[in-house]
Every structure is written in C-alpha cells, then in structure tokens.
C-alpha cells in the first residue's frame, strides 16, 4: 500500500542555519504531496503542497520539489528561526481516492538561539 | 471563522468507561477523518466519513465506532476505554473541490490519558 517515509528526528538547529527533512513515498501514480506542521500544543496546518510532478511549493520560506524520479518531496528552509521550531508531516494523498490521508511519522524540529 | 472545532481538550478515562470525542465544522466540508497521533508512529487513521451517513474503517479502527448523522459533526466514541487507547486525537475535514490536492483542515487534538 501507500506509504510515506520520513527523516528521523528530533532535528536541533541553531538559527540561522539551514534546513533539509527528508521525504520519500511510495504510491502508484501520481499522487498530491503536502507539508503539514504542528506547533506545539496545536492541531496540524497545511505548509505547502504540490499536485503534479515538478510542481515546487513553497511558503513561509520553505520549499519542497515532487520529484516523480525519486519519489521524493524534501522540506528545505534557507535559514531557520526559532519560531519554526515544530513538528513537520509529509503526507500524501491518491487522486483515486482522495478521502484519505497517508501520514509520515513526522520529524520533531528545534532551533537554538 | 471557527474551522474544526473539538471537545474537550483534555480526559482521563478509567479502563472500561466509555466516552464520547466531539467534533464539528463549518466549513460545509463532505470529508472528516479521526486520527490518533503516538510517539514515533505518526497520524493513524481511525475512522472516516465521505458524507453524512456514509462512514468507513481506517488503519486502526478497533475499539472506535463513528457516526456522521449532519455534514457538520462526526463524533467518535470509545466503547470501553483500554491504557492502550491513551494518545492524542485529532478530527481533520477536507471538501472535495480541489481533488486530491485539497487541505486537510484540523481541530486542536483531545488529549486523552487511561488509566
């Protein structure tokens, strides 16, 4: 079945610095792609998403590539804040059935003054 | 603009009592899902609604039961608690304009402890 794997954490980063949390899935056809993130405390939020292959989202200043030739969706930031310190989720969701959901494990992520 | 509203934040449940999570949108959205969230494993998919009436079983659905009698709530109840059912629950909901690239909208968790 769909699946979708993801960095372990927890991430420590200092601020300032840059970030790259690793995304892979596994999916027959082409499925739509998301960040999700988790503040503390909080429900998840949408991130960013992509639906087609080499399709780049992108918010806040983060940034992920759906690249179909490596089944992968990689969350980068240039330079990390300390308010972005949360939980990131890739997710996918097949266009044959888009009333679920497939989670990642998620990766816990601090940044350090 | 309330958005996924669930109740209540927190709970402690003693094994073998039943509960009641509630969740509500208004945002018209066809789509709600429960997930529960435990350390290291992620979102898993509980139970899930297509539309008012129409419900299904997600990945781990044992000791759950879910109703959708109005578009707007999709409550979920524990039939009788068990220490294993202590997690984090969240409610999500989605419409289905967008297809599968829509956003999954959540409430802000129920946090519940048994013991």
């Known amino acids: 079945g769909d699946s979708v794997t993801q960095m372990e954490g927890p991430v420590t980063l200092s601020e300032e610095a840059f970030l790259t949390i690793n995304c892979t899935y596994t999916a027959t056809g082409y499925p739509s792609l998301f960040w999700y993130v988790q503040y503390p405390g909080e429900g998840l939020q949408l991130l960013l998403k992509a639906t087609k292959a080499d399709d780049k989202g992108s918010n806040k200043g983060f940034e992920a590539t759906y690249r179909k030739e490596t089944t992968s969706f990689h969350l980068e930031k240039g330079s990390v804040q300390v308010s972005d310190s949360a939980v990131y989720f890739c997710a996918l969701n097949q266009k044959t059935s888009y009333d679920k959901v497939i989670f990642g494990p998620g990766t816990s992520l601090s940044v350090i003054p | 603009n309330a958005g996924v509203t669930q109740t209540p934040k927190f709970q402690v449940l003693k094994t073998g009592q039943s509960m009641t999570l509630q969740c509500a949108q208004d945002?018209?959205?066809?789509?709600m899902s429960w997930y529960r969230q435990d350390p290291g494993m992620g979102l898993r998919l509980i139970h899930y609604?297509?539309?008012?009436?129409?419900?299904d079983q997600g990945e781990v659905p044992n000791g759950y039961n879910v109703s959708r009698s109005t578009t707007e709530d999709f409550p979920l109840r524990l039939l009788s608690a068990a220490p294993s059912q202590t997690s984090v629950y969240f409610c999500?909901?989605?419409?289905?304009?967008?297809?599968?690239?829509?956003?999954?909208?959540f409430g802000q968790g129920t946090r519940l402890t048994v013991v």
């Open positions: 999500a909901s989605r419409g289905n304009r967008g297809g599968s690239g829509t956003e999954a909208f």
């Open positions: 609604s297509v539309g008012a009436g129409i419900t």
């Open positions: 945002m018209n959205h066809e789509y």
